[in-house]
Structures are given as C-alpha cells and as structure tokens.
C-alpha cells in the first residue's frame, strides 16, 4: 500500500477508543475544523 | 505523546481533535494514557485537563495503519505502526504529514500545531513549517 501524503484522501476505516466508542473514518473529521492523527507504539 | 496534552493550550481554543493509534490493546493504551495524565498533573498542574485534549484509538489488525501505508511488519515486537502524523481536515483530506525516520524522530510541536492551526482556520500549513515525507 503506497504511503498516504499530502493532498491524499484519509482512507476509510472504523476503529474504537479505549473506551469501546467508535470512530469512522472519515466522518469524524467533520467534526473539528482539524485533526491531528498519529500513529504510536509504546510511549512514542 | 505526552507533548499533545503539555501543548493543548495550542489545540483545544481551536477545536482540534487530536488521535493516537496503535495496534497496542486498549488496556494499554489506557495505563500509557493515566501515566501522561499523572505526570501532566504533577508537572503542569495549571493545565487544563477537562476536555481531555487527547483521544486514543485501537488498531489491533493495523487495519487503518496498513491502509495509510505505514505499517512496518518486520519489528521485532510484531507489526507495529511507522511513526507518522498527519494534520486532516473537516473533509478528510490531509494537509500535512510528518513521516518520521525513527521512533525518536517527531516533529516539532510547534511546527504540527502552526500547520494544525492554520488548517482549522481554513488555511493552507505555513510553508516555514513543512512537514516531512
């Protein structure tokens, strides 16, 4: 899969929270003028 | 990660939402997130927490990490996520992407929230602040 860069559209996905609420993709960034997504392992 | 609640003055004026995703259980995520909690409130105790200015999310198929082109499967620790950030806007387009070199190789929190701010106001990242791909 070629890596997502700029200009591209967020792919569509459906994840939960730690909490068990779910999250689709992309519908939730309607819901903030931003979103700041980033990807982690561990305490990076 | 601890660097999104010590900067959400920067985000949380401007309504923005700021994800974490890993493949890493949600148990996990929440011990990691009571740490950053415990420390931001002993460090930084002048810093608001309510709404909390970071939500964590679980990838455990790297279903979402795999479909952005950033996982990398030959971690010793299993299938982990490349360290990438990305700034996307009420639309879903991403405007600005940070892929890191290494686990140590962030952006700089000013740059990310400079690019996150000008795009919740409707305006392109500052060129003086790029990302990195």
Same mark, same amino acid.
């Given at each position: 899969?070629?890596?997502?860069?700029?200009?591209?559209?967020?792919?569509?996905?459906?994840?939960?929270?730690?909490?068990? #609420? +779910? /999250?689709? $993709?992309?519908?939730?960034?309607?819901?903030?003028? #931003? +979103? /700041?997504? $980033?990807?982690?392992?561990?305490?990076? | 990660?601890?660097?999104?609640?010590?900067?959400?003055?920067?985000?949380?004026?401007?309504?923005?939402?700021?994800?974490?995703?890993?493949?890493?259980?949600?148990?996990?995520?929440?011990?990691?997130?009571?740490?950053?909690?415990?420390?931001?409130?002993?460090?930084?105790?002048?810093?608001?927490?309510?709404?909390?200015?970071?939500?964590?999310?679980?990838?455990?198929?790297?279903?979402?990490?795999?479909?952005?082109?950033?996982?990398?499967?030959?971690?010793?620790?299993?299938?982990?996520?490349?360290?990438?950030?990305?700034?996307?806007?009420?639309?879903?387009?991403?405007?600005?992407?940070?892929?890191?070199?290494?686990?140590?190789?962030?952006?700089?929190?000013?740059?990310?929230?400079?690019?996150?701010?000008?795009?919740?106001?409707?305006?392109?990242?500052?060129?003086?602040?790029?990302?990195?791909?």
């Amino acid at each position: 899969m070629a890596r997502l860069k700029v200009n591209d559209e967020f792919p569509k996905a459906q994840l939960h929270d730690i909490d068990g #609420a +779910t /999250v689709a $993709f992309p519908a939730f960034f309607a819901q903030a003028p #931003a +979103t /700041v997504v $980033f990807f982690y392992r561990g305490r990076w | 990660m601890t660097a999104f609640v010590y900067e959400s003055e920067r985000y949380v004026p401007e309504k923005i939402q700021v994800l974490g995703v890993s493949v890493e259980p949600a148990e996990e995520g929440k011990k990691f997130l009571s740490r950053v909690t415990r420390d931001c409130e002993e460090d930084r105790p002048h810093i608001c927490l309510d709404p909390y200015p970071l939500r964590l999310l679980t990838d455990p198929g790297a279903t979402l990490i795999r479909a952005c082109g950033a996982v990398n499967e030959g971690h010793w620790a299993g299938t982990i996520s490349a360290p990438v950030t990305y700034v996307v806007d009420p639309g879903g387009k991403v405007k600005w992407a940070y892929v890191s070199a290494s686990a140590s190789d962030r952006p700089s929190p000013v740059a990310l929230a400079k690019a996150a701010v000008a795009v919740a106001r409707g305006k392109d990242p500052p060129p003086e602040y790029p990302g990195k791909f």
